[in-house]
Antibody, heavy 119, light 105 residues
């Protein structure tokens, strides 16, 4: 059974940093691109970042470029999102998701972790 | 970015047929996908590549369309289908529609 379990969320002050983790199991992690998707309270879904299966390529939405870094440790089957210079508008639930092998859709999602940016 | 516009909230009675639309600001071929999100839960994949039913999803769900216009159909609707439905394109950097909230009368 595919499982994605996020951790590392919580309350953080504006301008500070936070690192999210996503532990994957039930599939061969290093065969799949992975993504982070966020959802602000009462709002819709927004793609944040994607990393290729081997970590060689990364892609970001414009609003987080230069502030967020997606990475992975294939030996640990773990995905990360380092978030720096956090802003109040980054407040959201962050989901870890697996990209399908083709087609660009997200076939498995974690339960999400809440990040609140507030003083 | 490719903007996806979804139909507004819908209210239907159990047993009825409902269609949820999604229009893309540019052609995305068939690189359109649909997700269901129930309150307090993570999204789950329903339809991929416009018309392919994800494994384990009831056959009451179906998808159609290509280019810029896409439709998710639920027939018949059941009480458990109360949720918000999102479309997502993968023609370029992923974008999602704003969601269509489906309520049962």
């Amino acid at each position: 059974e595919v499982q994605l379990v996020e951790s590392g969320g919580g309350l953080v002050q504006p301008g500070r940093s936070m690192k999210l983790s996503c532990a994957a199991s039930g599939f061969t992690f290093n065969n799949y691109d992975m993504a982070w998707v966020c959802q602000a309270p009462k709002k819709g879904l927004e793609w944040v970042a994607t990393i290729s299966y081997d970590g060689s390529s990364t892609y970001y939405r414009d609003s987080v470029k230069g502030r967020f870094t997606i990475s992975r440790d294939n030996a640990k089957s773990t995905l990360y999102l380092q978030m720096d210079s956090l802003r109040s508008e980054d407040t959201a639930t962050y989901y870890c998701a697996r990209h399908s092998g083709y087609g660009g859709y997200l076939d498995y999602w974690g339960q999400g972790v809440m990040v609140t940016v507030s003083s | 970015d490719t903007v996806l516009t979804q139909s507004p909230a819908l209210a239907v009675s159990p047993g009825e047929r409902v269609t949820i639309s999604c229009r893309a600001s540019e052609s995305v071929s068939t690189l359109m996908h649909w997700y269901q999100q129930k309150p307090g839960q993570q999204p789950t994949l329903l339809i991929y590549l416009a018309s392919n039913l994800e494994s384990g999803v009831p056959a009451r769900f179906s998808g159609s369309g290509s280019g810029t216009d896409f439709t998710l159909t639920i027939d018949p609707v059941e009480a458990d289908d109360t949720a918000t439905y999102y479309c997502q394109q993968s023609w370029n950097d992923p974008t999602f529609g704003a969601g269509t909230k489906l309520e049962l009368k």
